[in-house]
């Protein structure tokens, strides 16, 4: 129905929406294109985004997520966290609500452009980087991070700056496990793929969404939702209804302490693995658990030392929903709240927002 919409508003000669709709979705795997103006499409509205959308049109379904919203009719998905004149602190000072909010899948990360321009403490630029994507990392472990080197520069002294922290960039990555990956985006990119020294024209976005599409395809599962997290992986898991997790009251590792929701921190008390047995294990050796392997609405949900029971065994439904193997009902946000120390509970299914939880 979108693309439809923009093929119509096309053929009237409206290439630009003035303004699109807020979180604008079609269910499908939640990408955040996320950096300075040159995400947000400085020069070409839109930028790199109306490429990559295009080039994924008819083979993936994509939701672009973001705060952000600009771009033309042909841009399907307007979403994105792109900031104009942004550097890498300011994007690690916002990084946390950002991520709560849009719980993305895969980030698409190009910063640093704005560092090199305002000459911003450049030693210092790549730890910067490190801990913009440890802050990912520890609120969405299972997404899939790129981490661009980024886009070349005319002026000779600015490009000597740029290839200097893009040839620190390799090792920073390096460091942050499997789900972070490089992307090249200076190789092959020269003055001509430039509209103003500093930002890509029309060519250059292009040459950019097709960098941006190998990458996400050299990686399984970045462009596939996660329905249940992988075996053996940590997983925050949030409540998209409220944007917060699953949470261990007060980091309680006691047997019965009491599982509720709480801001997404990705702390121990809200990192869980699932096991081979459909059991989620927090802290090791404490497993979530329906009290007494109860059946009636509103039993307790918390953690209990991991013993192998029916009580302690979910599964994640195609809905979102966490299904216990001993009652059948789902693990429920009491009263669908919203606020942080809501007590989790379990509940007859109703495929409600109460009732989903993201793996992330």
Same mark, same amino acid.
């Given at each position: 129905m979108r693309l439809a919409l923009a093929a119509a508003l096309a053929a009237l000669g409206l290439t630009a929406l003035t303004g699109p709709a807020q979180a604008e979705s079609d269910g499908g795997v939640r990408v955040m294109p996320l950096g300075d #103006? %040159? &995400?947000?499409?400085f020069n070409v509205p839109g930028g790199y985004r109306i490429g990559l959308w295009q080039r994924s049109a008819g083979r993936y379904t994509v939701d672009f997520v973001g705060s952000g919203v600009n771009g033309p009719a042909e841009l399907g998905d307007h979403d994105h966290e792109g900031h104009s004149g942004w550097r890498i602190d300011q994007l690690d000072? #916002? %990084?946390v609500p950002w991520i709560r909010s849009a719980n993305p899948r895969t980030v698409l990360l190009h910063i640093g452009t704005n560092d090199v321009n305002q000459n911003h403490d450049l030693a210092n630029a790549p730890a910067r980087l490190s801990g913009l994507i440890d802050k990912i990392r520890a609120h969405a472990p299972l997404a899939e991070v790129f981490v661009a080197q980024i886009t070349p520069e005319s002026n &000779?002294?600015? $490009? $000597?700056?740029?290839r200097a922290y893009n040839a620190a960039i390799p090792g920073v990555v390096a460091q942050k496990g +499997?789900?972070? =990956?490089?992307?090249?985006? =200076? &190789?092959g990119f020269t003055t001509a793929d430039l509209a103003d020294g500093v930002? +890509?024209?029309a060519a250059g976005y292009d040459k950019m969404a097709a960098r941006w599409l190998a990458a996400l395809e050299s990686v399984p599962g970045s462009l596939s939702s996660v329905l249940a997290p992988p075996v053996g992986a940590a997983t925050v898991l949030s409540n998209p209804q409220s944007t917060r997790c699953m949470d261990v009251a007060g980091a309680g590792t006691e047997p019965g302490s009491q599982v509720l929701i709480w801001d997404c921190h990705g702390g121990t008390n809200q990192r869980w693995v699932r096991t081979a047995a459909d059991e989620l294990r927090v802290y090791g050796d404490r497993c979530l658990d329906v009290n007494g392997n109860g059946s009636a609405d509103g039993t307790k949900i918390q953690i209990w030392t991991c013993n192998g029971s029916l009580a302690q065994r979910f599964t994640f439904a195609a809905n979102g929903s966490l299904v216990g193997a001993g009652s059948g009902k789902c693990v429920d946000v009491t009263s669908s709240g919203t606020a942080n120390g809501t007590l989790v509970q379990l509940y007859q299914c109703n495929s409600t927002g109460a009732q989903r939880w993201s793996a992330r």
């Open positions: #103006s %040159i &995400t947000d499409g000072a #916002s %990084i &000779t002294v600015r $490009e $000597e700056r740029v +499997p789900h972070t =990956h490089l992307v090249d985006m =200076h &190789t930002h +890509p024209n």
